[in-house]
């Protein structure tokens, strides 16, 4: 059970776009659809952003999209807002029955 | 709307337990698979535990197997986790969340606030 691997942080100005990427391996994100995302802005809980790889809950803007090549899956958030400043966390079922979680990726916005 | 509300953590010495309770509401909880996440201050999410909607079925993370047991009362609309030999390192921050489906989760929505372990003597 080992984490997914983000990068530590990533930044870009308003109005720029940026790529969070997780990888993890063949037993978990690479077999399942099972992928999310999470927000956490500081002090506050978790929010999902994405599920099953690329699909929005409703209210999320369509400037979060989500995909998937092989053992990585990514997240991509255009049109960056200062509001958008917070910890971004991936999430991958695996095929023990259980489910991992990315490092995190801090999004700073310049 | 949805509601978690965890309560029971606290301050507690190593090798002592702890049981956590999360209240849901806004839905039927006996059809939905829950889950336990927790945060450790300043870091990252770890799942912990995960239990089917009927309880038939309960996972374990490896770094809490053997002391960590997962239960639900469905009539009572609430998750616990029983926390046994309590470590140092199991200090964090318990989020109780809703899983997607009944048993198959494919996603974590919504998330309670959490309720914070403390493990120190």
């Known amino acids: 059970q080992s984490a997914l691997t983000q990068p530590p942080s990533v930044s870009g100005s308003p109005g720029q776009s940026v790529t969070i990427s997780c990888t993890g391996t063949s037993s978990d994100v690479g077999s399942y659809y099972r992928v999310s995302w999470y927000q956490q802005p500081p002090g506050t809980a978790p929010k999902l952003m994405i599920y099953?790889?690329?699909n929005r809950p409703s209210g999320i803007p369509h400037r979060f999209s989500g995909s998937k090549s092989g053992n990585t899956a990514s997240l991509t958030i255009s049109g960056l807002q200062a509001a958008d400043e917070a910890d971004y966390y991936c999430?991958?079922?695996?095929?023990?029955?259980?489910?991992?979680f990315g490092g995190g990726t801090k999004l700073t916005v310049l | 709307q949805v509601q978690l509300v965890e309560s029971g953590g606290g301050v507690v010495q190593p090798g002592r337990s702890l049981r956590l309770s999360c209240a849901a509401s806004g839905f039927t909880f006996s059809s939905y698979g829950m889950h336990w996440v927790r945060q450790a201050p300043g870091k990252g999410l770890e799942w912990v535990a995960v239990?089917?909607?009927?309880?038939?079925?309960?996972y374990y993370a490896d770094s809490v197997k053997g002391r960590v047991t997962i239960s639900r009362d469905n009539s009572k609309n609430t998750l616990y986790l029983q926390m046994n030999s309590l470590r140092a390192e199991d200090t964090a921050l318990y989020y109780c969340v809703k899983g997607s489906g009944n048993y198959h989760t494919n996603w974590f929505d919504p998330w309670g606030q959490g309720t914070l372990v403390t493990v120190s003597s």
């Open positions: 999430s991958s079922y695996t095929d023990t029955d259980t489910w991992v």
């Open positions: 099953e790889v690329n």
């Open positions: 239990i089917w909607y009927d309880g038939s079925k309960k």
